[in-house]
């Protein structure tokens, strides 16, 4: 529904954040404590203003996926440092020169081994990839229920997974955050949608408040940690149960021994059902779109059923 422009009495902030630049320079006025206080950033960075920070990252994101109607979004998690093949190829050769040099270097051994790893672990780039041009589409034929490929915009699964999208036609969204090493917003995201945080808390939120369905490709402390928030927020009810989807079960088994946690006693073993093991973007595609078949049967010729308590919740009262 349009929203009808609203009458307005007074002028509105622009129009008095531009006038205020019109002003006499006088002592007075050029005092700091003169300025407008939504117009001072010295006022708006002060530790007392967090609180206003963080509702400014928690409301501009919302506006903007309102403007763009973006209601679905699936999100893409994993490494930064997984980089396309002919990349990793190069690094490899490089470092494998290097310790030729110096045959008896310990430091330079070890990185001949992470390099021919993280060769070998190109094949999740090119998964992403392909999962990002299935995901869009797929997803572009279905306007009513339209899902949006979202990473943290970074480089590596984040960047494979943005540009498989982009190659497949379809808007992406990367929301990057501001890092003490500099981090560019990978260049398959779309620029309008290309958003950058300050806060991890608001971040995370957003990744969660239109997703449906996570995929955790392998990654390090920030794959892990956005991985367990959500894992924890639909294992306590504080969010509908989605889709989530680890990719390589060899790498997670290995990263994290949930059958050790179980036989510990401190998860259920109930718990195990909250993810799925995937190794092929086709089969991460299928669980995601049988799930978003599930949520609209009668778009899929079956008869539309009773909708089961908290099945599906709106985006507005998902807990989050």
Known sequence: ????????????????????????????????????????ADFLLRDELRSVRLQLELLKPELLFQEYNIEHTIVVFGSARIPPREQAQRHYQEILKRHQSKPGDEELQQQVIIAQKMLTKTAYYEEAVRLGRLIAENCMKCSAAACYVMTGGGPGIMEAANRGASEGGAKTIGLNIVLPHEQRPNPYITPELCLQFHYFAMRKMHFLIRAKALVAFPGGFGTMDELFEALTLIQTGKITP?????????????????????????????????????????QAWEIISNYMRSLNPAQNGQESQPTAPDAEVPHESQGI
């Open 1 to 40: 529904m349009d929203k009808k422009p609203r009458t307005r009495h007074y002028p509105d902030a622009q129009q008095d954040s531009i006038a205020a630049r019109r002003i006499v320079r006088t002592p007075q006025t050029l005092s700091p404590s003169y300025r407008l206080a939504f117009v001072d």
């Open 242 to 282: 989605i889709p989530v989807i680890l990719f390589g079960r060899e790498f997670w088994k290995r990263a994290v021994n949930f059958d050790f946690l179980v036989e510990e006693g401190v998860i259920s073993p109930e718990d195990l059902n909250l993810f799925s093991y995937v190794e092929t973007a086709e």
